[in-house]
């Protein structure tokens, strides 16, 4: 393996990193004084502010292609995008995932960034034309409308919402919650999951459906909250949808095309996170050791204390392991697709979040009461990183993807 970057993926890294630290960095205090302004579910000015910034230096849907269209003549439907591979794109996470609103600024946040490659994958002209263009010039944002209240959602054939169809409509009934996003103001649409044959096979009677969220039936019942946060002004909003009336035009790919649509939507989306993380776990580390060097007890400073030495130098090497099982990860999805990368992404998906989590704790316990208040950033960041072993498929889910994977190895036939 060759473990040196090259020029293109270092330039990249380093334009983001460059711009974190000029642009982002210095605003954190802003944007907490915005958000505690006025109406919490109101959008930033702040962040419209730093997505001008971003755009006019070519730091936009990173990890999406340019595209005018399916006709070259059309200049009047455009699309910008660096179409960074998944290594390249692995990188540049790390760096925005260090400030947890950054990756917005930059138009890469979750789940606008997986919902613009179903659009771009698997919408139609009219879909990419109404939906995908305001997503990709920031105009607008989405929600993805998966998971369920009243059912196991690992397992998702239980998925009990009604996409049926009656004529040239099709009618969407059920309840969705953990719909990330869903708070802001500017979030227009939701890519909703549900079943559409009844009678089906288990992995063929799921359909995915465009709902404007502003169409008749939808009802946002409450804004969840993670550990008392409510991540405002973005948010997780638990849905009722009673007999939406959509035209048939608004499905996605075809009838039954649902599980397919959300194993090409969720590969890219785990690792994405699991980038992120690893951005996260450096900050922890980072503010624990700068706490750890800068207070003394006992007679001398904390940091020559046996178990911090510890702690710290597993630190170091948990983070370098995950950053190289998610590069390794994100490589085998660009030489040879998602589905060869599978187990990969499996392992980085149970990994990443368990690493971080461990070292925001030990960061909190080395800040004492700082640790769990509001004077740092360890007790959000812990409580957001702790829905990670759940998103996306939880942790057991994908042990036991790779369970099976290692086990298949001894098995006949």
Known sequence: MNFELSEKQRAMRDRVKAFMEREVRPRQDDFHAQVAEGDRWDALPLIDELKDKARSEGLWNLFMPPWDGDDPSDDGFEFEGEQLTNLEYALCAEEMGRVEWASEVFNCSAPDTGN???????????????WLAPLMRGEIRSAFLMTEPDIAS???TNISCSILRDGNEYVVDGRKWWSTGAGDPRCKLAIVMGKSDPEGSRHGSQSMILVPLDAEGVTKERMLT??????????????????VRLPASNILLGEGRGFEIAQGRLGPGRIHHCMRTIGVAEEALEAMCRRLTSRSAFGKPIYKHSVWEERVAHARIEIEMCRLLCLKAADVMDRAGNKAAKTEIAMIKVQAPS????????????????????????AGAWASLRTLRLADGPDEVHARTIARHEFGKYLEG
């Open 116 to 130: 613009m490659e179903v659009l771009l994958r698997y919408g139609s002209r009219e879909q990419k034309e109404q």
């Open 154 to 156: 690992s397992d998702a």
């Open 226 to 243: 993670v550990y008392g946060y409510d991540h405002a002004p973005h948010g997780h909003a638990e849905f009722t949808l009673e007999k």
């Open 355 to 378: 690493m971080a989590l461990t070292i925001i704790d030990d960061a909190i316990q080395a800040h004492g009461g700082a640790g769990v208040s509001q004077d740092t950033f360890l």
